[in-house]
């Protein structure tokens, strides 16, 4: 009888400051918020590791699309993929910079171009590196040209440009390796049926 009494009257207390929790919780007090400044580039990273998350579900829908649309050529799909991309991150870029000018904005192109020539050509993901250079120049002050006037400005795009092709080469050059070792590996297996049914 105790054991009940004593398990009841905990219960109570564990309810009733759970009562007063909840009010305290619900009453109106003023709020005085601070923001750090670095919150900022923490929700952009934030963004952008969603993003780069979200990346590996692409090969499904990219499949799925291949399937459904009949493209059969890499190359053909490749172009549909960097239109698309640059057809949804370019109004948002915009949207972004009228605001105020965002950092390094063309990470978001960057990112697009790295996808075009790692699941599709090197030729799709250079049309969109032009793609995102012309946005680039048009989101830059003076805005709404493709004049670009500052010397910063200047150098913000050619890095931009240099580090993207950068990436086009090395992604490139390393999915022709994979291609190769897999050949070569195809040749030594098909060598070795071969030889074992010509010892037969």
Same mark, same amino acid.
């Given at each position: 009888?105790?054991?009940?009494?004593?398990?009841?009257?905990?219960?109570?207390? #564990? =309810? /009733?400051? @759970?009562?007063?929790?909840?009010? $305290?919780?619900?009453?109106? %007090?003023?709020?005085?918020?601070?923001?750090?400044?670095?919150?900022?580039?923490?929700?952009?990273?934030?963004?952008?590791?969603?993003? #780069? =998350? /979200?990346? @590996?579900?692409?090969?499904?829908? $990219?499949?799925?699309?291949? %399937?459904?649309?009949?493209?059969?050529?890499?190359?053909?799909?490749?172009?549909?993929?960097?239109?698309?991309?640059?057809?949804?991150?370019?109004?948002?870029?915009?949207?972004?910079?009228?605001?105020?000018?965002?950092?390094?904005?063309?990470?978001l192109f960057l990112l697009g171009v790295m996808l075009t020539v790692y699941f599709f050509t090197w030729e799709a993901a250079t049309y969109l590196l032009g793609l995102g250079v012309l946005v680039s120049a048009w989101v830059l002050p003076p805005d709404g040209t493709l004049a670009v006037v500052q010397?910063?400005?200047?150098?913000?795009?050619?890095?931009?440009?240099?580090?993207?092709?950068?990436?086009?080469?090395?992604?490139?050059?390393?999915?022709?390796?994979?291609?190769?070792?897999?050949?070569?590996?195809?040749?030594?297996?098909?060598?070795?049926?071969?030889?074992?049914?010509?010892?037969?």
């Amino acid at each position: 009888m105790t054991n009940k009494v004593s398990n009841r009257t905990i219960w109570r207390a #564990i =309810g /009733s400051a @759970f009562s007063i929790l909840l009010l $305290v919780m619900a009453t109106p %007090r003023r709020a005085s918020a601070y923001v750090d400044p670095g919150s900022g580039a923490m929700l952009w990273q934030a963004a952008a590791a969603a993003c #780069i =998350g /979200s990346l @590996f579900y692409m090969r499904r829908v $990219v499949v799925w699309v291949r %399937r459904h649309v009949d493209f059969r050529s890499q190359r053909a799909m490749g172009f549909v993929f960097a239109t698309a991309y640059a057809l949804v991150v370019s109004p948002l870029v915009l949207a972004l910079c009228r605001n105020g000018q965002m950092p390094r904005f063309g990470d978001l192109f960057l990112l697009g171009v790295m996808l075009t020539v790692y699941f599709f050509t090197w030729e799709a993901a250079t049309y969109l590196l032009g793609l995102g250079v012309l946005v680039s120049a048009w989101v830059l002050p003076p805005d709404g040209t493709l004049a670009v006037v500052q010397t910063q400005d200047v150098y913000r795009l050619i890095s931009f440009t240099l580090v993207s092709l950068f990436l086009i080469c090395l992604i490139a050059r390393v999915k022709a390796g994979r291609v190769a070792s897999f050949v070569r590996q195809d040749e030594g297996i098909s060598g070795m049926t071969v030889e074992t049914a010509s010892g037969d």
